[in-house]
T-cell receptor
Framework: DAKTTQPPSMDCAEGRAANLPCNHS???????VYWYRQIHSQGPQYIIH???NNETNEMASLIITEDRKSSTLILPHATLRDTAVYYC????????????FGTGTRLLVSP | NAGVTQTPKFQVLKTGQSMTLQCAQD?????MYWYRQDPGMGLRLIYY???????DKGEVPNGYNVSRLNKREFSLRLESAAPSQTSVYFCASSEVLHGQPQHFGDGTRLSIL
């Protein structure tokens, strides 16, 4: 599975957009980008995933560059409850899925 | 709307004691997983079960055993607990088709003295 690189921490003001970057320069053609988050020692929560097109759901948007070597998770209007560790994971979308978690980005949303 | 349920939520053991962590899911998922998370680190896969009747080792299987009791339940056993196994343990489940996401339980916080 491709390796990912994320900044260890980021800050964001409440109500502003939070843009979390992820580099995955060795991603393969059949590998998807997944985002999970973990709020204060709870179990990780799935946010969104995509292959090459931008994706949006009720939680967030995912922007993947044309060369697929990096992506950005966007929380359009961050709230205090979005304070969490965000994990970017790359894995194939076929066969059995085994997630490899790195150390993620710790996002702190402040009033 | 339970999802993935883990029991117990907290446990303290003495070195050498045995313990079974229980996990059950109500989403009819084929695959189930056990992870551990040490302070300040990401999750590491201990064991997984791709489907009922199969189990396989993950990154850190030493000191653990698992049982896929049926489609709903996947247990993790520590036969002789060691202080290095102090951690938070998460169970997860998923379908395997089309990259469906994993759904996680709230974890079991295990301390071994």
């Amino acid at each position: 599975d491709a390796k990912t690189t994320q900044p260890p921490s980021m800050d964001c003001a409440e109500g502003r957009a939070a843009n979390l970057p992820c580099n995955h320069s060795t991603i393969s053609g059949n590998e998807y980008v997944y985002w999970y988050r973990q709020i204060h020692s709870q179990g990780p929560q799935y946010i969104i995933h995509g292959l090459k097109n931008n994706e949006t759901n009720e939680m967030a948007s995912l922007i993947i560059t044309e060369d697929r070597k990096s992506s950005t998770l966007i929380l359009p209007h961050a709230t205090l409850r979005d304070t969490a560790v965000y994990y970017c994971i790359v894995r194939p979308n076929t066969g059995f899925q085994k997630l490899v978690f790195g150390t993620g980005t710790r996002l702190l949303v402040s009033p | 709307n339970a999802g993935v349920t883990q029991t117990p939520k907290f446990q303290v053991l003495k070195t050498g004691q045995s313990m079974t962590l229980q996990c059950a899911q109500d989403m009819n998922h084929n695959s189930m997983y056990w992870y551990r998370q040490d302070p300040g680190m990401g999750l590491r896969l201990i064991y997984y079960s791709a489907s009922e009747g199969t189990t396989d080792k993950g990154e850190v299987p030493n000191g653990y055993n698992v049982s896929r009791l049926n489609k709903r339940e996947f247990s993790l056993r520590l036969e002789s607990a060691a202080p290095s196994q102090t951690s938070v343990y998460f169970c997860a489940s998923s379908e395997v088709l089309h990259g469906q996401p994993q759904h996680f339980g709230d974890g079991t916080r295990l301390s071994i003295l």
